[in-house]
């Protein structure tokens, strides 16, 4: 006797059957993405269906089930032609955090193919893509066929999303921003993989970032967000791992778009901020031992120091900004690059040690002055920005520069500069040293 073919259900006993704590099958998922998609099912009811996850979760295997429905929902680009292993990094973003300008020319040297699609900066945190076009003529709006020629001739591009990939999860991913469900690891786990999932990559190194100027702010939310994207990744057939890393304080010294990447190409000249090149050099290691370039963290080491000692990177650099329209010429000059004419500078009211560069409140100073946006559709300014000249730990003398800002018009200096200076504090004792990488989580 032939087995009927069950009917699917309707949507809204769907958004009842995760409402009350069940799973949903992967066929289920796999329609309600469809549906959402063509129409059939309703922004109001894909909303509904975002806040009861947001409330029960969702297993492994229905975050796999939704992470491929959304990668499904556009183009999932085939690039088997390339010789070369493909591998991605995804920052889910912080304060100061340029570390993508410098790494990708790193690990394309060394042998793997970046296909690397980045975001733009919102709130109180940057975006890559801003970054890269402080750059006088960078194009980050390749098609899908000059990203996939780039990345035969260059191995490497970075550009921002296309419309053709993930479709689904940018209209999820609006939806969820004015409906508070925002904040569900499998949603966020599912939003991140699906976009990296349809640039054809072999291997994803994750850089998940915990403390006052992170999206998780506890150590044990941002381990389980960085497991389950770990495991999901592994689920959906690719090595993924991921690095915990501190982001109670800004990466390097500076905050903004043309400042940011300026320090960023120093440390491909083989200067730069201790910690930015630690934090880039670590998952840059990540990422070779993922390509298979590297068996041992000691080997792949060597293989990095070589390309940026060598000038290899920098060369590399230099074809990448070319081939993307912008002016190789900042590659080797980075401070050409253009910084607001407005500027004040805040030093320290006494003597002693400074304790805090609350990376939350620089953020939102820097983002004063025009260098981010609380809009998606809001301009910026890439010259804006704030220029740090101490780190945590250090001594200062009553006087002592600590920050210096940047912007085009003056009247954003006072607000913006007393806001970084409530951000930055001193006191008498030196604080407790802190690393960058809390942790490295694998399968």
């Known amino acids: 006797m032939a087995r009927t073919r069950r009917q699917p259900l309707a949507v809204p006993e769907l958004i009842a059957r995760k409402r009350e704590g069940n799973r949903l099958s992967d066929q289920d998922i796999q329609a309600l993405i469809a549906g959402f998609m063509d129409g059939s099912v309703a922004d109001y009811q894909m909303s509904a269906l975002a806040m009861a996850i947001c409330f029960q979760g969702m297993d ?28 991605d990094k995804h920052s889910t973003g912080g304060v100061g955090d340029k570390v993508s300008i410098c790494l990708a020319p790193i690990v394309a040297t060394c042998g793997v193919a970046v296909p690397m699609m980045s975001g733009r900066g919102l709130g109180h945190t940057g975006g890559t893509l801003d970054k890269l076009e402080a750059i006088p003529g960078f194009r980050v709006d390749l098609s899908v066929r000059e990203f996939r020629t780039q990345l035969r001739k260059i191995g490497c591009a970075l550009i921002g999303q296309t419309g053709d ?24 786990t599912s939003s991140i993989l699906s976009k990296k999932l349809a640039e054809g990559i072999d291997a994803l190194v994750l850089d998940v970032k915990v403390g006052r100027g992170a999206f998780m702010k506890t150590e044990p939310d941002a381990r389980e967000l960085a ?54 050099y670590e998952l840059a290691v990540e990422m070779l031992r993922a390509a298979g370039i590297a068996q041992t963290k000691a080997q792949a080491r060597r293989r990095i120091e070589l390309a940026v000692s060598n000038g290899d990177a920098l060369e590399k650099m230099r074809q990448i900004v070319g081939a993307q329209g912008g002016d190789p010429a900042v590659v080797d000059t980075p401070d050409r690059l253009a910084l607001g004419r407005r500027r004040s ?82 006191a008498k004792r030196r604080p407790t040293p802190r690393d960058r990488i809390i942790a490295t989580i694998r399968r």
Do not use: C
């Not at 992470?67 to 010789?83: C, E, H, P, W």
């Not at 890393?245 to 083989?270: F, V």
């Not at 730990?393 to 954003?412: F, H, I």
């Open 345 to 426: 500078t805040i030093r320290a009211t006494k003597a002693g040690y400074v304790t805090e560069l609350d990376p939350l409140e620089l953020g939102y100073a820097s983002m004063g002055l025009g260098a981010g946006r609380s809009r998606p559709e809001d301009a910026v300014d890439w010259g804006a920005g704030i220029r740090l000249h101490v780190k945590r730990g250090d001594q200062v003398r009553e006087g002592d520069p600590l920050a210096t800002l940047y912007a085009s018009r003056s009247a954003l200096l006072e607000p913006a500069g007393d806001r970084a200076t409530s951000a930055i504090r001193v």
């Open 165 to 188: 990939l993930a479709p689904a999860d940018r209209r999820l991913y609006a939806l969820r921003d004015v409906t508070g469900t925002v904040e569900s690891i499998p949603l966020i």
């Open 60 to 87: 492994f295997d229905e975050t796999v089930a939704m992470t491929l429905a959304m990668r499904d929902s556009g183009t999932v680009l085939n690039l088997d032609a390339l010789d070369a292993p493909k591998v």
């Open 227 to 280: 497991r389950s994207l770990v495991r999901v990744g592994t689920l959906a057939g690719k090595r993924v791992s991921a690095l915990l890393t501190d982001m109670n304080s800004p990466i390097g010294y500076t905050i903004g778009n043309a400042l940011e990447t300026s320090e960023a190409l120093e440390i491909l000249h083989g200067e730069g901020p201790d910690d930015l090149r630690h934090l880039t």
